[in-house]
C-alpha cells in the first residue's frame, strides 16, 4: 500500500525484468472526484443501507501535469515488466491518445498489440454530444515474444454466423471456420459495468467487471505467471489472478482501496502479504480491541462494529502476512470474531476494520507459552 511510484522503486532491484503481465487502470484525467459507497449491500436501490465515504480524486492542474504522473509509473511499469510481458494501459477519451505517444515512446511504436476498445451501456446526462460509453484499453508487449493464448478466450460465433455456415459451407469465400472452437474474439469488447453487476459491486468507485480481467489474465499470462497492478482500486485483478492460478503484486494510495481489496481477496481464502508505504497515515482508532488468545484461537472481546478483520499469526513487525480472514456477511448475518488458526501463533498481529469504515488497527499481541491471554 502507498503511492505507486515509491513501491514499484522499491521493487525494481529484486523485481526488474520479472512481471509477466501489467494492468493498469490509472485516474483517466477527468478532473473529478469519485467517492465510495460503505455500508452493507452496497446498493443504489437501498440508500438507506449505505453512505458516501472518500474514494479517490482524479485532479489535475493540466494535460502536462497529469503526464508528469502518468510517465514515471510507466517508465518503471516497463523496467518491471519481463522481456515477454505485457503492459495493459486502461484510459478513456480524456488522455488515450496522449498517453499513446508515450507508450510509443517507451516501447517502440511497433510494439502496439491492441488499441481495445471496452463498451457498455449506462445512464448518461449529456445530451450535447454522443454518450460516452466507452473506454480504451492500450496493449503493448516488452518484445516481439509474448504470451498470447488465443485458445484461452475463445468464444463462441454468433448465431447468424454459424447459421450461414451451416447452410452454406461457400458463405467464407473458401475459409470456413471453425464453429466448434470458437473465434478469437474482436479488438471491441462488451462487459456489462459493474454498477449493473450486483454479485460484484463493492462501492469503490470505477470498479472494473471480473470478465474484462478474466479475458485479459486468460489471453496475456499463463498459471504461475506473477500479474502485477499498481492503481488495483477494489482489488479486481488480484481477485481474477488468485482465480486462475496466477501470482500477483497489487498496490494503492488509499486506505479504503487496500481494504476493499483485502476483504475481496479473504473469499478466496487464500493468505497474502500486506505492506505499507511507512509514511501514509491511517485512520486512527479510538477504541482499542481487546485480543484473547488460546492456543490456535484468536478471538475479538467486545470490538466495535466491524466490517473486516485479518490476523497474522507470525508478524515481523513490517510486513503484514494476512494468513486468515473474515468478513461481515454481505446481506445480513453478524461478523465472526473468532479465527481458529492451523498453528499456534508467535507474534500476533490484527487488522480490524469497523462498519463505518474510518477506523482501522494494528493491534500487536506478543503470545509467551501460556495457553491463554488477554
Ligand atoms: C480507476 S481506479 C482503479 C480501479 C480498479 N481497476 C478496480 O477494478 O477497482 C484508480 C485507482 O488508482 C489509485 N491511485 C491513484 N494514484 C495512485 C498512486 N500514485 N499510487 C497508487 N495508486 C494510485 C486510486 O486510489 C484508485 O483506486
Redesign the pocket.
Known sequence: MG???RVMAALLPQYEGCIDLIYA???FFTNKHYPARIGRDEDSRHPLEWQLAEG?GDHWLDMDNYLDFLYPRLVLMYRLLAPNGTLYLHLDWHADACARLLLDELFGRDRILNEIIWTYHGPSPIRHAFNRKHDTILVFTKGDKYTFNADAVREPYHPNTVKTFESSAKAGFGKIPNLARGKVPEDWWYFPVVARLHNERTG?P???PESLLERILLASSNPGDLVAD?????G?TPLVAVRHGRRFMA????WR?VHTACSRLSEQGSPFNLQRDSILTMPALQVPIKVAIQTQIIRLVDPPKLDYWEVDPAWDGKSFHSVMQVRRPNRSGEIPLEIKLPAAPTNVCVRAVTIDGGLIQLHVQPVANSPDRL
Do not use: E, I, R, V
Open positions: 503511492d505507486n511510484l487502470d490509472p485516474p479517490y469503490y470505477t470498479q472494473k499498481f492503481f488495483c482500486g477494489s479486481t498496490c494503492d494510495t488509499t482501496a
